[in-house]
C-alpha cells in the first residue's frame, strides 16, 4: 500500500474536491501508477482529519475528472469496506 497522502492545505474549497482534484493530478502526473495500492478509505480519512464519507466522495470526483482523458490511467473508487484496499487501474 502506498502512502500517499495528498496536501491539501493550499486547495479552496470543500475537502472532497480537493482530494478529487489531488488524486486526479497525481495519476496524470505518473506520480500514481497504474496498479499503485491506495490507502483504505478509512486511513486516508483520519491522516487528513475528514470523515470517510468525504474521502468516497473525493474518490468517486476523481474517477470522473480522470475520465475526461480517456488515455489515463483512473484510481478506483476506495472501497466502503475499511479494510478493503483499492488501487489505481488502466
Same mark, same amino acid.
Given at each position: 500500500?502506498?502512502?500517499?497522502?495528498?496536501?491539501?492545505?493550499?486547495?479552496?474549497?470543500?475537502?472532497?474536491? #480537493?482530494?478529487?482534484?489531488?488524486? #486526479?493530478?497525481? $495519476?496524470?502526473?505518473?506520480?500514481?501508477?497504474?496498479?499503485?495500492?491506495?490507502?483504505?478509505?478509512?486511513?486516508?480519512?483520519?491522516?487528513?482529519? $475528514?470523515?470517510?464519507?468525504? $474521502?468516497?466522495?473525493?474518490?468517486?470526483?476523481?474517477?470522473?475528472?480522470?475520465?475526461?482523458?480517456?488515455? #489515463?490511467?483512473?484510481?478506483?473508487?476506495?472501497?466502503?469496506?475499511?479494510?478493503?484496499?483499492?488501487?489505481?487501474?488502466?
Amino acid at each position: 500500500m502506498t502512502s500517499w497522502i495528498p496536501d491539501l492545505t493550499a486547495r479552496n474549497g470543500p475537502r472532497y474536491r #480537493a482530494i478529487a482534484e489531488a488524486l #486526479a493530478e497525481d $495519476v496524470r502526473g505518473g506520480r500514481l501508477a497504474a496498479g499503485t495500492q491506495l490507502p483504505t478509505q478509512r486511513d486516508l480519512a483520519w491522516k487528513l482529519h $475528514v470523515t470517510i464519507g468525504t $474521502v468516497g466522495e473525493g474518490a468517486g470526483g476523481s474517477v470522473r475528472a480522470a475520465s475526461d482523458d480517456p488515455g #489515463a490511467s483512473q484510481p478506483s473508487d476506495f472501497g466502503s469496506d475499511a479494510a478493503k484496499k483499492s488501487t489505481i487501474s488502466k
